[in-house]
Structure formats: C-alpha cells, structure tokens
C-alpha cells in the first residue's frame, strides 16, 4: 500500500494478478482508509473555497461544507468507477515500482505507467482508459448536484484532464517513496539529535 494513496508494487516483488478478495480490499483502503483521498479531497476543496468555484456557495463556512462533500462524492465515485472497469476487465490498478535505476528512467516510467497498464496476464500492456473514463464520469456526477448546471461535458474532460496530472503525481510520490522517506527519516533525526 501507498503511504500517501493508492498502492504499488515494489520493484522486488514479481507482478502478479489481484484475486478479487485482494481487489476488494484494495478498493476499500484507497477510497475509505488511507490518509490519500482525504488529503486529495482537501486540496481541491480549498482550491475551490479559495477560487469561490461554484460562486453560488459562497466563501463561507457552508460553502465549504458543500465543496467538500462534492469532492468526496467525486472521489469516491471515481476510485469506485476505476476499481470496477479495472476488475471487469482484469487490468491492473496498482502502480509498479520501475525495475530500473536512475532518477529520468524512473521518472519516465512513473509518468508512462499513468497511460498504461497491465492486462490480467501482468505480462501485457493495455491503455490505461479506466481512470480517466472514471475522472470523466465522476466529475460529471458532482457536476450535475452543482448550481447552474455547468456544462457537464466540460467538467468531465476537466476531470478527465485533473486525472493526468494527479495520477502522474501520485505515481511519482510512489515510485520515490523510499528515497522521500529516508530523506524525511534523516531530517527528522537530525533535529532530534540537534543539542
């Protein structure tokens, strides 16, 4: 599992196929128990209580309550959507660790894995439609319960879009996990043993 969000497969273990017992709990600590979706949640809620998005809600404490509870709505429908396409089909979620050194390497592949993924055989690689099909559904959702009705087309491939970026992100935070970790661990042990 992730620390942040989501999982990963280090690079010393093989890939191999989820049972659907392994994706149910896999489904259930990326959308509800780990500390990712709420960070994630978070963030965009204060993007959007600071851009006053929709302005119908105001800069107030309410507002904020309706944003946030969209944005879990939303993030929940996705990860919800992605976990099901990927099941249906036998797609991997998770994101495996580069098996290969260096920090462009690994930084390629944490960007290219965002584009595909593994099919049931972990041995071939399909594209990666479900997050992105799920961004697109899921952002079209939270839009519909919004004031004014935006166009829901636009908020789909804005969401569509998000996912790019973010999942590039996350796949990144994964696959320098390690090295972050160890860097915080230093710091953190240096100001501690600071006299």
Known sequence: MNWLYGSFVPKEV????LTPAQRWKLYTRMTYTTYGIYIKTGFFTLRDQIANSPPEWGQTAA???KRLGTRQAQFVIQNSLTALGDAAVGWELRYDRCRCDGFWPRTWHSIARNFVTYDRTEKNLRPQLMPYA???GAAVAAGAWQPNNPNLLVKGYQGAVTQAGVGIGI????EFAPEIKRVLRRNKDKAVNKP
Do not use: C, V, Y
């Not at 093989?14 to 196929?17: G, H, R, T, W």
């Open 14 to 17: 093989p890939l191999e196929a």
């Open 171 to 174: 796949n990144w935070l994964a």
């Open 134 to 136: 799920a961004a697109f």
């Open 63 to 65: 507002g904020f309550g």
